[in-house]
């Protein structure tokens, strides 16, 4: 009953404020119910109420998807991270992974918020991306939070924050189908597992909803600075860990 509760509170707290900046819901619970519970114990539940959570976005807002950047850059590179990723979350330990993506979050992250006026050539920036987008499969495939290390890869291609929002969301959903059949394919879950908690469907929808009515009046500037300064708590977050 504890566990459920507390499992109930911080997955609504936690994608309720995902529902406004358009990511950031399994990377705020995972950082609290990481000191109570095993983060293999909570992966069925996790990327239960992930896709649940992105469907309601979806529902919400999804004439604005940016097809194109997911299908031609984010895909191809991403999966090959995320099947890798699964592997790995199956087999080894993710702690050495986690340091090393953390540092380079960091690194990254500081590079936007402090020398943010400084632009990298495009070479760099390509450069810079595939690797990014490969981690953040990975990172996926570990612990369903591959959404900081591809946002940092593609944020500037993005028009407005709801075509982030939108196109981050169909990225969580997919993913987290492909990571809930692989880990069955693997047999490493129970079918069922992924279930026991159908019913945080309810507070987690509302809590997307009402976070989907609060992001609309959150101007453009704010909405960046936020997203870089996630971006850095995430990185010192998993450093830490």
């Known amino acids: ?137 990975i990172a996926h495939g570990l612990f369903s939070i591959g959404g900081p290390f591809t946002l940092l890869a593609v944020k500037e291609s993005f028009i407005n924050k709801n075509s982030l929002r939108s196109t981050m969301a169909f990225y969580f959903a997919f993913f987290n189908l492909v990571r809930f059949l692989q880990l069955n394919y693997l047999k490493k879950y129970e079918f069922a597992e992924f279930f026991l908690m159908w019913w945080l469907i309810i507070p987690i929808s509302l809590a997307v909803l009402l976070g989907y009515r609060i992001h609309l009046r959150i101007p453009e500037d704010i909405f960046k600075k936020i997203i870089n300064i996630l971006l850095l708590a995430a990185g010192l977050i998993y450093i830490t860990k």
């Open 1 to 137: 009953m504890y566990e459920s509760s507390l499992i109930t509170i911080v997955f609504t707290l936690a994608f309720f404020f995902e529902s406004i900046m358009g990511f950031g819901g399994l990377l705020i619970a995972l950082s609290i119910l990481s000191f109570f519970l095993e983060i293999k114990a909570l992966t069925p539940v996790i990327i239960y109420v992930g896709f649940t959570a992105s469907m309601v976005v979806l529902f919400t807002d999804r004439k604005t998807i940016n097809w194109s950047l997911l299908i031609k850059t984010i895909f191809p590179i991403s999966i090959i991270g995320l099947l890798i990723g699964v592997n790995l979350f199956s087999n080894i330990s993710e702690a050495i992974l986690l340091k090393v993506f953390a540092i380079f979050l960091v690194v990254v992250t500081l590079k936007s918020l402090i020398f943010s006026k400084l632009k990298l050539k495009l070479k760099l920036k390509s450069y810079f991306r595939f690797p990014l987008l490969f981690a953040g499969g």
